[in-house]
């Protein structure tokens, strides 16, 4: 069964550092990838998505994410932290043969001043 | 371009009382999803419509939950009655392109 793991459900940064959200999946067939945000009692946003071609992705806000097959992960990077970037993310992962959306758990980013 | 809008957006319930959310999708967007997101988790598919016709409830609890989407447009989720477990951020969502929906804000159901 398809699934997808986000290693470690808090990540805390300080403000300007670096921001690494981890996201790997299980797929035995090339999959559609996503990154959303979800900021505090508000709906999800989609930040980057990957479908073919270039592995690495520019979403929105200063985020990027890169595919890599070898490791089946799509990690979310941002290379500095604002306080504004406080939320939770989430990784999905879309199959060509449903087109369902699988979810992981989500990483909620804190941001420290 | 509008967003997908929902209302209520916050809803508080007693146990076996019944509950409407109702869904208004982007203009144009064939598809349409209802997500039941607990406190800590990931969003669960519950329903997908393709224009008014049902894609997928395969994880609906059908013996308390329905949802309809008249003309292809509008949609409602309802559940009767209600449990506990039932607490959740319901959400809405549509889709051109079947793989990345638009999200609307929620609504947030506490059931005492």
């Known amino acids: 069964a398809q699934s997808v793991t986000q290693l470690g459900s808090h990540v805390s940064v300080s403000e300007g550092a670096l921001v690494l959200l981890r996201c790997n999946y299980s797929s035995s067939v090339p999959p559609y990838l996503f990154w959303y945000v979800q900021y505090p009692n508000q709906g999800l946003q989609l930040l980057l998505k990957?479908?073919?071609?270039a592995t690495l992705v520019k979403g929105i806000n200063g985020f990027e994410a890169e595919f890599k097959k070898s490791e089946t992960s799509f990690h979310l990077t941002k290379p500095s932290a604002h306080m504004s970037d406080a939320a939770e993310y989430f990784c999905?992962?879309?199959?060509?043969?449903?087109?369902?959306?699988?979810w992981g758990a989500g990483t909620k980013l804190i941001i420290k001043p | 371009e509008a967003g997908v809008a929902q209302s209520p957006r916050y809803k508080i319930i007693e146990k076996r009382q019944s509950v409407a959310f109702w869904c208004n999708p982007i203009?144009?967007?064939?598809?349409l999803y209802w997500y039941q997101q607990i406190l800590g988790q990931g969003p669960k598919l519950l329903i997908q419509f393709q224009n008014n016709g049902v894609v997928d409830d395969s994880q609906l609890p059908k013996d308390r939950f329905s949802a309809e989407r008249l003309k292809g447009v509008d949609s409602t989720l309802k559940i009767q009655p209600a449990k506990l477990e039932d607490s959740a951020v319901y959400l809405c969502a549509s889709s051109l392109d079947l793989r990345s929906p638009f999200f609307g804000p929620g609504t947030r159901l506490t059931v005492l």
């Open positions: 999905a992962v879309s199959l060509d043969s449903n087109y369902q959306l699988i």
């Open positions: 990957y479908t073919t071609g």
């Open positions: 203009s144009g967007h064939a598809t």
